[in-house]
Structures are given as C-alpha cells and as structure tokens.
C-alpha cells in the first residue's frame, strides 16, 4: 500500500488529506468517493510521522516476538486453494473460505487481508507480497508462475509438495540437533550450578592460601565472579544482542549482506544454507522452464526464492549475462557456485533441448548434498562437542586441584 496526498477545494476552502490505496487510480478514487467538493491534485507521498513510527515500534515488536505460521496449516490452505481453483472456483471465493477455514489466526488475517487486496484490483501475488516474510518466497514465486502460465491449481499443488519436502528436511534438520542441544544445555547448567554453589566454597579456601594461583584457578574465580556479581547483566546484554541482530538482519541491508557472507565460511552451517538455498532455486528455476516461461523471467521469479543476498547477488549476474546473448552454460559457470559436473549436464540439457530434465538432476544432486549433511550432523558435531565438554571439564579440574596440588606440595616440605 502507498500513501497518496489529496488535495481538494471544497466552499472555496483548500484541504490536504493523506489516504493508502495500492495505486494513484484506486486513490483517486478512494479520495473522490469520500473527499467532499472538488479534487485538484493527487501525488504520492512519504507516510505520515504517526504511521512511520507506527511500523518502526511493529518492525521492533516482530524482531522480539516474529508471527509465524505453523508449516502444516499453511500446506493445508495451499492444497485447499490448488482443490478449490481446479474446480473452477474463483480465486476470491476460494481465498474467502480459505480464511474462514483455516485454525491458525496469523494465516487467518494474512488471507483476509489478501482477500481485501484482491478486492482492490491487486493481483495474489501481488497481495501476497505484502506477507512475504511469513508466507515464504517460494509462496510467492509459485504464485508468480500459476498467474503467468494461467494453471493456479497445478502451480498451488506442486507448492504444496515444496513446502512438504521443506518442512520434512526442517522436521529432519530438528530431530539431528535434538542430541547436540540437549548435551549443551546440560553443560550449560552443570556449569552454572558449579559457579554458583561450588567454586565459591573453594574460592574462601584460596583466599586464605594467599598465595598465586595458577592460570586455570584464576580464569575459573573471574568466571565465578562474572557469573555471581553480574549474571543478570550478562543476561540481559545477552537478549539485548540477539534482538539487536535479528533487526539489524531485518532491517538494515549492509549488515544482512555481511552476515549472509560469512555465514557461508561458517563450519557445517554454510555447506547446510549453499545446498539448501541451490535446491531450492533451481528447484523453482526447473518448474518455470518446464512451465514454458522464458528463461529471464524464469530467473526473475526463482531469484525470489534466494534469502541469502550473497547467493543473489551471484545468481542475479546469470540474467544479465543470458541478456547480452551469453549461453546459460557459461553465465552458470561464471557464478563460480556450480560444480563441474553440473555445468556438463546444463550444456547437454541446453544442446538437446531438455533443459528441464537436466536441470531436475541438478535439483536433485543439491537435494542429495543437504540431505547427506542433514543426515549425518550429528556425526559432524560430535567432535566439537567432544572437545568442548573435555575444555571444560579440564579447566575445572586443573582450577580446583593444582592449588590442592600446590598446598600439599607446602605441607609436605
């Protein structure tokens, strides 16, 4: 929605109003409608101060508490929409029962605020756009490919499959990590209880010794010290650092763009996002070619799906290289993401003509990739866990004992 000023002369007196339609014709004649005398101008403009710290205190209040839909209510309402569109029920109808059948209340008022949108003229996707964080890009690529090939109910029925397979590999994703965090957070309140009840009995101990500690003892008493004398300030800088991260990757684009760099070079993490984000794209990308789109919108709606602006960014350049007349080929091999196989089997894919074909294998190889990390994770963080559970308990022991150590070592002479 934008926002529109309107100005109008009524009993020879000029008016400034400020209305939000989804375009300057629905504005005129939103402001024609409820504006009384007669409209002079119509121009867009910037949204007023109240809404524009309106939307900063709910971008603040979604990086605290984010709105998210349940995966398998979302797969239920898309299913329903491909089954209702397939038989002839107008998408409007179908987005209006939709919304009065589903349970999840965030998808409950997306869907009736889709359904007003639809009212105004907007198109779904369009409409759809304004929820992109909570519906996915994949959603709306999707949508964006039933709408350009005029088959909704088969693009909404191979969503809902993407979206099974997404949220059986989150499901899988979840299950792996299920051994790791449990170990964690028991580390975690080992730790704490250590801190809190028994390092401070041996810290009175120490301090009557008078006598310097060795390197473990004082990095154990500085902890203990941290821990008992500024807990709930670590804890709250903590929860202050976490809401400041997710809205600066909101947000602030610079910072999004960083972060989404690194975290490719990040051990297990970045090999998990490459494949995942790869899979996804050319899964989309193969959709729209089979669909008979050209290949430069096929890109433009499958770039949707890229979260990771790095990634984007690399994938982005293939359409301005197809656009000077470059070979898919070589504007693929360019980006420096696909491996050579790969390249081999799009040029005899793009040689033959079955591009699709080819291009599912590529799917299919990305897929493969992340299930075979996701399957075996627990197996990859094991000896980094190995190693962190040995630091930690080597620290305590040599904090505690070389003292004992050393007081029986004194006692003895």
């Not at 000029?14 to 939000?20: G, P, Q, T």
């Not at 190995?386 to 070389?402: N, Q, R, T, Y």
């Amino acid at each position: 929605m934008k926002y529109f000023e309107i100005h109008s002369l009524f009993k020879g007196k000029k008016a400034i109003k400020v209305i939000k339609a989804p375009n300057k014709t629905d504005a005129i004649g939103m402001a024609k409608s409820k504006t009384p005398g007669v409209i002079l101008n119509v121009k867009e403009t910037s949204a007023p101060v109240e809404d524009q710290l309106e939307n900063l205190k709910n971008n603040i209040m979604n990086a605290i508490i984010k709105k998210s839909i349940q995966m398998k209510d979302l797969i239920a309402a898309v299913r329903q929409l491909a089954v209702m569109t397939d038989a002839g029920i107008s998408i409007h109808d179908s987005i209006e029962e939709v919304s009065k059948a589903t349970v999840d209340k965030t998808l409950k008022e997306i869907f009736e605020q889709v359904d007003d949108d639809l009212n105004s003229g907007l198109s779904l996707a369009e409409s759809m756009m304004s929820f992109r964080h909570e519906l996915g890009d994949v959603t709306i690529a999707m949508v964006e490919l039933g709408e350009s090939t005029g088959n909704m109910a088969e693009s909404l029925e191979k969503l809902a499959e993407i979206l099974e397979e997404i949220e059986e590999n989150r499901q899988k994703f979840k299950k792996a990590l299920r051994y790791p965090i449990t170990v964690i957070i028991a580390i975690g309140i080992a730790f704490t209880i250590l801190m809190v009840y028994v390092v401070p009995k041996f810290k009175s101990i120490f301090e009557k010794l008078k006598a310097d500690l060795p390197a473990p003892t004082k990095i154990l008493l500085f902890m203990e010290h941290m821990v008992n004398n500024y807990g709930h300030l670590l804890l709250i800088g903590l929860v202050v650092t976490i809401v400041t991260f997710k809205y600066l990757l909101k947000n602030n684009e610079d910072f999004k763009a960083q972060y989404d760099r690194y975290i490719l070079k990040v051990y297990l993490i970045g090999n998990i996002t490459f494949y995942a984000t790869l899979s996804r794209f050319t899964l989309v990308f193969t959709e729209l070619i089979r669909a008979g789109i050209p290949i430069s919108d096929a890109l433009d709606t499958a770039l949707l799906t890229l979260d990771n602006v790095h990634l984007k960014k690399k994938l982005a350049a293939v359409k301005t290289s197809v656009s000077r007349g470059v070979s898919l080929t070589e504007a693929f091999r360019d980006t420096g993401l696909f491996e050579g196989m790969l390249i081999q089997m799009i040029r005899a894919g793009e040689q033959s003509g079955t591009l699709d074909k080819m291009l599912d294998k590529v799917t299919g190889y990305f897929k493969s990739k992340f299930n075979e990390i996701i399957d075996n994770i627990a197996a990859y963080i094991e000896p980094i866990l190995l190693a962190f559970i040995a630091g930690m308990v080597l620290l305590m022991a040599l904090g505690i004992f070389m003292p004992m150590w050393d007081m029986a070592q004194a006692v003895k002479n």
